[in-house]
């Protein structure tokens, strides 16, 4: 089923989560062990993110180099399918841009489709580690979320690279893109990146998934600045749950984002991690309530492959 369809069906506010692949030689178990203990939730879907290989280059005695691999994690496109299969639930694969050619795109969506999968999530994705800050597109592949998800639109009237292609069967994806409260961080302003945002749903997205965030003003913000600028479709949050002291000081660095002036001042009496949780935990339980309270379409949780903190909140909440 689309969230889209998802949403529309709910009497109330929905539970979804988004998992990471494993490390490359671990076990699908290890995602289970993530999904299971919050299945008692019912969770109307499972995003599966996906992450650009890393690499290094070794330099060979006869003056070439090697490329070596220092990090991969095994296809989403198998994990979303063993999800479906087990849980019987709807698993929304994520698509980026970086690594990807169109045709290696077009390829993951076609297998994607044969599988009856029938959401996926477009991002432009990561910029490669260790090299000049900034994106930088594969070659032959899209430079911008939106790019991808014009590919999709178009796949979705049967529309393929190839001409000798059209005529086949046409998919029928229900689109999400990332929406930013505190404004993407290559955005040069925030209405720059409200624009950005709308032509993504110009060219067929149909949902917006927040980043993180830890103040729900943001998120009332964001919408009603989306809804100022003629974007209409569901808006659900991102929410993720502190639970160390070095998240405090990593995710505002990583994702530019802000932590509440309140929030720091209680993780800064902790005198250990466990303190944090346990602080990370109550605030995301009263974000996630005045949330609800507002009658958001879902509630979308970072879990990173970790269930305990995620079922915690829950069991507060739903």
């Excluded at 297998?111 to 959401?119: A, K, T, V």
């Excluded at 639970?243 to 995710?251: A, E, M, P, R």
């Excluded at 509440?260 to 009496?269: A, D, S």
Aim: hydrophobic residues 35%.
């Amino acid at each position: 089923m689309k969230v889209t369809d998802h949403i529309k069906q709910a009497k109330s506010t929905l539970f979804s989560i988004e998992i990471l692949p494993p490390l490359k030689g671990k076990s699908m178990q290890s995602i289970f062990e993530g999904i299971d203990p919050l299945m008692e939730f019912k969770p109307s879907f499972v995003d599966v993110t996906y992450h650009r290989e890393e690499f290094i280059y070794n330099k060979l005695p006869d003056g070439g180099f090697e490329k070596v691999t220092t990090r991969k994690r095994p296809g989403t496109v198998g994990i979303c399918a063993a999800i479906m299969n087990k849980y019987k639930i709807d698993a929304v694969p994520h698509i980026i841009c970086g690594g990807f050619t169109k045709e290696e795109t077009e390829n993951a969506l076609i297998d994607l489709h044969f599988l009856g999968i029938d959401n996926v999530l477009a991002l432009q994705g990561d910029f490669i580690k260790g090299t000049e800050p900034g994106f930088v597109p594969t070659p032959n592949g899209h430079p911008f979320a939106v790019d991808l998800v014009k590919q999709v639109t178009k796949m979705n009237e049967g529309k393929y690279l190839h001409s000798e292609l059209e005529g086949q069967s046409e998919t029928n994806f229900c689109t999400g893109v990332a929406g930013y409260p505190e404004k993407h961080v290559d955005a040069p302003n925030f209405d720059s990146d409200i624009a950005f945002l709308k032509a993504k749903i110009e060219a067929g997205a149909e949902y917006i998934v927040t980043q993180m965030f830890f103040d729900n003003s943001k998120y009332f913000e964001f919408v009603d600045k989306c809804k100022a600028n003629g974007i209409n479709v569901p808006i659900i949050p991102g929410i993720k749950i502190l639970s160390t002291k070095k998240q405090s000081s990593i995710l505002p660095e990583i994702f530019s984002i802000e932590l509440p002036e309140t929030l720091m001042k209680e993780i800064n009496k902790c005198e250990d991690n466990k303190q944090v949780k346990e602080v990370g935990i109550e605030w995301c339980i009263q974000q996630s309530k005045e949330l609800m309270q507002k009658n958001v379409p879902c509630l979308h949780y970072y879990t990173m492959g970790k269930s305990e903190v995620t079922k915690r909140v829950a069991s507060e909440v739903f």
